[in-house]
């Protein structure tokens, strides 16, 4: 217990009693008295509650360090502020974030603070911090309570508030990820973020109510009663400020006071936003009663989420299990994904090489139909397609593959930057794979380019860059040219531009799996181009050509498209005649 200058007395609005001296005998919460700090502990948390107010003031996460390399600070004095606003008999407002508690138990796991309301009635806050835990039970318990407020009274006004630290290197990304959660009884969760101010009135009754950093969380559960009544507000806080967000949350509980005691549980988390630890909480847990914690790391949606928590993170969960270094394991969770999807891959190189050894016949029909004349543009484009058709290649069939590999990349790009099993992890040059690598730095603001680049340079950001240019400039070589590929041939190195921009103040961890990827995928091809008998496999598409083909409907559609069109161009000619 620490011991800390004492509170002011606060005016009231009773009509009091008066002492000898003809001063206003003050309620006992309203009394000056010295304000005291309790500090609960175990290995994970350090949780300290001040007798003013009786709230947590401060939470520190023994396991985790800041930029600093000091122990996590989830809030600090004046971060935070829990307040049951109690309306009176005599319907007066008085505040339980501005009342002076007095401490009835306090040990290193326990503690019980009162605030004395008249001399039979009072309200206690019980907590009670789990061993090994960063599960903080907290109970609202009060008696005599109908002495002080009506009895009638169905719902108690809570409000909780709190500024969320910058923790991490980048204020931009941290940023990004931080809001506040919540969670409806049927199991959803959903989200408040913004980068100015969001407001949001909530109707439904909401579970728990979370002020989420990207990799920490403070969290008020109310699985009994759960709020009512709820109003969320999420400002932005400057950049420079050492914060990110700010929350406030305000709502209703239900409570009666008709009967002698009265208790409401709570419960407080302040730990880390760890998906497996999170999700094992609801471990042995009746679907009704789960939690849903783990919904605190963002996977993503949908189809995205799916693959993360089903596949990514068991991978990773398994790989880690066996070795510590994280530029391995993302090694070999990579090798893993490759593998995973290789059939997809095969068909795509399949698809080039065939557009490959098909590329002087398509060349020959371009030299053909030269010039820019619509008559020939559609000579040359019809050719070509029935050349596809009848060796049995097609330059879309190597598309469909990429874009079946898409979902895996996009869940990636939603899990490495939430991963706290990232953060403070080393590798090569790189610090921390959890956040950029910066190998260049400056101080100067260069507009437009310092709101989407930042002020450095990530080196695997840079390199992956690289990587990705050289093969896409490799591989757009081996392809044919013609109608319309010169705009397709661009994309190639407008994406990895704006992926530059996209990954260079993200997580270096996240660079570095492209980039590996990329250096897996070159790899993979050359390795097929040295393994594919090119004669042979054009030796097959001369063959097909003997073959009958029926027509697909696209390819029917497209030649009657290209007919009618040719028709239009002979009447458009005679009338020009004429």
């Known amino acids: 217990v620490v011991a800390q200058q004492p509170a002011a007395p606060q005016a009231t609005t009773d009509t009091a009693a008066l002492d000898s001296t003809g001063a206003p005998i003050l309620p006992p919460y309203q009394q000056v008295k010295e304000e005291k700090v309790i500090v609960l502990k175990n290995e994970k948390l350090t949780l300290s509650i001040s007798t003013r107010g009786g709230a947590p003031v401060e939470a520190v996460l023994a396991d985790y360090l800041d930029q600093s390399k000091k122990p996590v600070h989830l809030f600090r004095k004046g971060d935070t502020r829990l307040d049951l606003p109690l309306r009176t008999l005599d319907n007066r407002m008085v505040s339980t974030a501005d009342a002076n508690f ?23 806050y019980v907590y009670k911090l789990r061993s090994s835990d960063y599960r903080v039970d907290f109970t609202i318990r009060g008696h005599e309570l109908r002495r002080f407020l009506p009895v009638n009274i169905a719902l ?63 969290v008020l559960i109310a699985s009994a009663t759960g709020f009512k009544d709820n109003k ?64 605190l790391v963002y996977l993503g949606m949908s189809v995205f989420r799916w693959i993360n928590q089903y596949l990514i993170i068991p991978v990773v969960t398994f790989l880690s299990g066996f070795l510590s270094n994280w530029g391995i394991i993302i090694i070999l969770m990579t090798l893993f994904i490759k593998m995973l999807l290789w059939p997809f891959t095969y068909k795509s190189y399949m698809s080039q090489a065939k557009m490959r050894v098909l590329r002087p016949q398509i060349e020959a029909i371009n030299a053909k139909y030269p010039g820019k004349e619509q008559d020939q543009m559609m000579k040359r484009q019809t050719e070509t ?5 009848s060796a049995g290649a097609s330059p879309m069939s190597g598309c469909l593959p990429m874009l079946l590999q898409m ?10 930057p939430t991963s706290i099993l990232l953060r403070g992890q080393g590798f090569l040059w790189a610090d921390d794979l959890s956040t950029y690598d910066a190998v260049i730095s400056w101080h100067a603001n260069i ?14 950001c840079v390199l992956m860059t690289v990587t990705n240019i050289l093969y896409t400039r490799y591989t757009m070589n081996q392809s044919p040219s013609g109608e319309g590929m010169a705009g397709m041939k661009t994309m190639p190195y407008i994406m990895a531009i704006m992926f530059f921009f996209m990954f260079n103040q993200n997580a270096s961890g996240l660079s570095y799996y ?27 598409l001369e063959e097909n050509k003997k073959k009958p083909r029926k027509k697909s409907k696209w390819m029917q559609r497209l030649e009657e498209a290209q007919r009618l069109q040719q028709e239009q161009q002979r009447k458009a000619q005679k009338q020009g005649k004429r």
Do not use: C
């Not at 990304?173 to 409806?184: D, L, M, T």
């Not at 397609?385 to 058709?389: A, H, T, V």
């Open 407 to 416: 979902p895996f990349l996009i869940a990636l790009y939603m899990y490495f």
């Open 514 to 540: 492209y980039f590996v990827s990329t250096l897996i995928t070159i790899l993979q091809y050359f390795a097929f181009r040295w393994t594919l008998n090119e004669d042979k496999l054009l030796r097959q």
């Open 156 to 218: 108690q006004d809570i409000e909780w508030r709190q500024r969320i630290p910058q923790q991490e290197q980048s204020w931009k990304f941290e940023g990004q990820y931080s809001g506040i959660y919540y969670h409806y009884p049927q199991g959803d969760v959903d989200r408040l973020e913004t980068t100015s101010e969001a407001n949001e009135d909530i109707q439904e009754t909401l579970r728990w109510v979370a002020f989420k950093d990207k990799y920490f969380s403070s």
């Open 447 to 460: 507009p437009l380019i310092s709101s989407f680049l930042g002020n450095h340079l990530s080196l695997f």
């Open 385 to 389: 397609m029935n050349l596809y058709r």
């Open 232 to 295: 969320l507000t999420l400002k932005t806080e400057g950049e420079g400020s050492g914060y990110v967000r700010s929350g406030d949350f305000k709502g209703t509980f239900p409570i009666s006071v008709k009967e002698t005691e009265t208790v409401v549980p709570f419960m407080f988390f302040f730990g880390p936003n760890d998906y497996d630890l999170l999700k094992g909480y609801d471990e042995g847990v009746d679907k009704a009663n789960a939690l849903h914690l783990d919904h």
């Open 102 to 124: 007095d401490i009835i138990e306090a040990t290193d796991s326990t503690a019980t603070l009162r605030m004395q309301l008249d001399e039979s009635a009072y309200l206690d």
